[in-house]
C-alpha cells in the first residue's frame, strides 16, 4: 500500500503541475492571438509572458525526480508531497496565465505595462517555489 501511494503522489505531482502550465499558457496564448490582431509588433513581449505558465511544469518534474528515489521508504510521504506541490504548481500556473493574459491584453491596447505585468505575474510564481522548496527540504 505504502508504495502504491508513492506512484501515486510520483504521478500527481507530474500530473497537476503539466495540467496548471498547460491551462495557464493556453490562457495567455490565446490573449496573445487576440493581441497579435491588434498590435502584432508587441510578438515578442507576448510571446513572454505566454511562456511563463510553462516553469510549474518544469517545478513537477524536479519534484518528481527528486521524490523517485523516495517511494520505497516513505510512500505516504511522497504522496503528501506529491498532491500538495502538485496543487500547489498547477493553481500557481493557472493564475500566472490569467496575470499575463491581462498584461497581454493591456499591452495590445497601448499600454506600457509588460514590466509591472513581469512582476504581478512573479508573485503566483513563488508559492510554486516554495512548495518546491518545501518539498527539497523534506
Not at 501515486?8 to 497537476?16: K, R
Not at 502550465?21 to 493556453?26: F, K
Not at 498584461?103 to 503566483?124: E, K, M, R
Request: hydrophobic fraction near 50%; include cysteine.
Amino acid at each position: 500500500m505504502e508504495q502504491i501511494l508513492g506512484y501515486l503522489g510520483l504521478g500527481l505531482v507530474l500530473a497537476l503541475s503539466g495540467i496548471g502550465s498547460a491551462y495557464g499558457t493556453t490562457t495567455a496564448g490565446n490573449a496573445a492571438e487576440g493581441a497579435l490582431k491588434r498590435k502584432p509588433e508587441g510578438s515578442g513581449n507576448y510571446m513572454v509572458l505566454s511562456a511563463l505558465p510553462a516553469t510549474q511544469g518544469i517545478y513537477g518534474f524536479v519534484a518528481f525526480f527528486m521524490l523517485m528515489g523516495r517511494v520505497a521508504e516513505a510512500g505516504t510521504m511522497v504522496f503528501g508531497i506529491g498532491l500538495s506541490v502538485g496543487l500547489v504548481c498547477m493553481l500557481s500556473a493557472i493564475r500566472q496565465g490569467q496575470v499575463c493574459a491581462n498584461g497581454i491584453v493591456g499591452i495590445s491596447q497601448g499600454h506600457d505595462v509588460f514590466t509591472n505585468t513581469l512582476i504581478y505575474a512573479a508573485l503566483p510564481e513563488f508559492y510554486a517555489i516554495l512548495g518546491l522548496v518545501g518539498a527539497l527540504m523534506l
